[in-house]
């Protein structure tokens, strides 16, 4: 997440625009998936690996990418 914020404010945007572009990026994206997902964004957001819960075995291998 720090990078992502890193790479958002280094294209000019302040603080709170960063915040408020990642917020409504994040609805965004939570309005296309299943309500089951959307617990995965939010961990996301907060800096935290995501519970991959049964797509572990599928996924496993890309759990390293949100950190």
């Given at each position: 997440m720090?990078?992502?914020?890193?790479?958002?404010q280094?294209?000019?945007?302040?603080?709170?625009m960063?915040?408020?572009?990642?917020?409504?990026?994040?609805?965004?994206?939570?309005?296309?998936?299943?309500?089951?997902f959307?617990?995965?964004?939010?961990?996301?957001?907060?800096?935290?690996?995501?519970?991959?819960?049964?797509?572990?075995?599928?996924?496993?291998?890309?759990?390293?990418?949100?950190?």
């Amino acid at each position: 997440m720090k990078e992502l914020t890193a790479r958002l404010q280094a294209l000019g945007l302040s603080e709170e625009m960063t915040e408020k572009v990642i917020f409504t990026v994040a609805e965004f994206v939570k309005g296309r998936l299943p309500s089951s997902f959307h617990g995965m964004i939010d961990d996301v957001l907060a800096g935290k690996s995501p519970d991959l819960g049964g797509l572990g075995g599928l996924l496993g291998g890309f759990k390293g990418l949100f950190k």
